[in-house]
């Protein structure tokens, strides 16, 4: 599945996408305008608050806690075959989805298909031959579509609203192609890759991988610019690999989160987002290699054969949320994906306290990784005992327990970045991003 950002006349949209196969018209559907929305709301990194209680307050909830412990255009006439192939292309297939024109083509060389996309009216970036060529001699086929300008939607201010694609096939790897993408770039551009398996996470097999630092305290300013933040220490991360990393931002299973900034993922968008192919009975063969675990070899998955929709169980899945951001510079070659051993980080006790250290990330049984960022609201009122119990958080005031509302930094993928200064607002000592951290109020008294 796939949600694409465009800018320019709808009559000059073109997207061609290498495929491995040729795509027949039951394989591929557009998705509701939502369904990424929620995804990236789920997965994006979370802001979280927590006011200090007094110190000499009694704890009535810890006891409580302990108590019970105990118990485009339109689509025009199709060219003549034997014009496709002067160019040595061949229409595999062509239907319509929703607002888009598609065409199956295969090639048995890069100029002429360039020029038959360019006789045929597609608007495609100068240079594209040489980047096709790779794919043509691997035997890929191509996945082109344009748009019918009657048939998109805009948004309140009239920008052009595209529908997110589906198409499924089988493949050997999980790849994403990603270097047509880089013609038509206007400098660097973000990526954002969601996985969903039924046990695992996702990390690529051939760039270095590297977790956004989580569990960071904040000062109380950031709250009015999460967003910028974010975006100043996911540049920070990606720098410290020259550019070329691939950063885990999230791994946790759908069907659950800690905080949960919108609700956890349903079975049925599951379904929505390819269960019903996988684990729905849908075409294909009735059997599909899941990869395993690291180390082991893939374990087959019948595929279910039910009367009605199966939508699945989308609680055990795992969602992982990878992002990079990058230019012809950085990223040159597709990226190729492989499953990686669970982990854990950006966690919090029942307390609001921190489970795992600034930044740290842990291997684990189950996947449970986040990027959490704080701002702890410290008890500043007297001190009215002999033996104060600091670092006990709640909501606001220092009352009861802490939220578990978090403020999501979405739409990431087009985030405008603004200068700012790391090391003036995280109160976190982080030493691998240089941050040398910066006091708690009110230290000197505290023990």
């Not at 980047?131 to 009239?158: N, S």
């Not at 990027?371 to 009352?399: F, L, M, S, T």
């Not at 603004?418 to 691998?432: C, F, G, N, Q, Y």
Request: aromatic fraction near 8%; proline fraction near 9%.
């Amino acid at each position: 599945s796939m949600s694409n950002n465009y800018k320019g006349p709808t009559e000059d949209f073109a997207m061609v996408v290498p495929v491995p196969v040729v795509l027949q018209e039951e394989q591929v559907k557009t998705l509701p305008p939502g369904v990424f929305d929620k995804i990236d709301a789920l997965s994006a990194p979370r802001l979280v608050e927590y006011w200090e209680k007094d110190p000499c307050a009694p704890d009535y909830a810890e006891r409580r806690r302990l108590g019970s412990a105990k118990g485009g255009a339109r689509p025009s006439a199709a060219p003549k075959r034997k014009a496709d192939e002067d160019y040595g292309v061949t229409v595999e297939a062509q239907f319509t989805v929703g607002e888009y024109t598609v065409v199956i083509l295969s090639a048995k060389e890069a100029t002429g298909l360039d020029q038959w996309l360019r006789d045929n009216k597609y608007q495609i970036p100068a240079g594209a031959d040489a980047a096709l060529a790779p794919y043509i001699q691997e035997g890929m086929k191509f996945f082109v579509a344009k748009v019918d300008i009657e048939k998109v939607k805009r948004d309140a201010e009239g920008t052009v609203v595209l529908s997110p694609l589906r198409f499924d096939f089988e493949s050997p790897e999980l790849r994403l192609p990603v270097r047509l993408g880089l013609l038509n770039a206007n400098g660097k551009q973000d990526l954002i890759v969601y996985t969903l398996h039924p046990s695992s996470r996702f990390e690529v097999a051939n760039y270095p991988n590297v977790f956004i630092p989580t569990n960071i305290e904040v000062l109380d300013e950031v709250r009015e610019r999460f967003g910028s933040f974010y975006t100043a220490l996911f540049d920070k991360t990606l720098a410290l690999s020259d550019g070329k990393a691939i950063v885990t931002e999230y791994s946790w299973q759908a069907g659950k989160c800690d905080p949960c900034p919108v609700p956890p993922l349903q079975d049925s968008d599951l379904f929505t987002l390819g269960g019903d192919v996988l684990i729905g009975g849908g075409r294909g063969p009735a059997q599909l290699a899941v990869p395993g675990a690291p180390g082991r070899p893939p374990r087959p998955m019948r595929r279910r054969r039910p009367s009605g929709p199966f939508f699945g169980s989308g609680s055990s899945w795992v969602l992982t949320r990878l992002h990079t951001r990058y230019s012809k510079d950085t990223l040159s070659e597709d990226l190729v994906f492989k499953p990686a051993p669970p982990v854990v980080g950006g966690r919090a006790r029942w307390d609001g306290t921190s489970m795992e250290n600034p930044g740290e990330v842990k291997r684990d049984g189950q996947n449970n990784f986040q990027g959490r960022y704080i701002i702890r609201h410290y008890w500043e009122g007297p001190v009215a005992c002999d033996d104060p119990r600091w670092d006990r958080w709640g909501g606001p005031g220092g009352q009861g327990k802490p939220g578990n509302k978090a403020s999501a930094a979405t739409g990431l993928g087009s985030a405008k970045r603004t200068p700012i200064a790391l090391e003036k607002i995280v109160r976190s000592k982080l030493d691998s991003h240089g941050l040398p951290g910066l006091p708690i109020p009110g230290k000197g008294k505290r023990k």
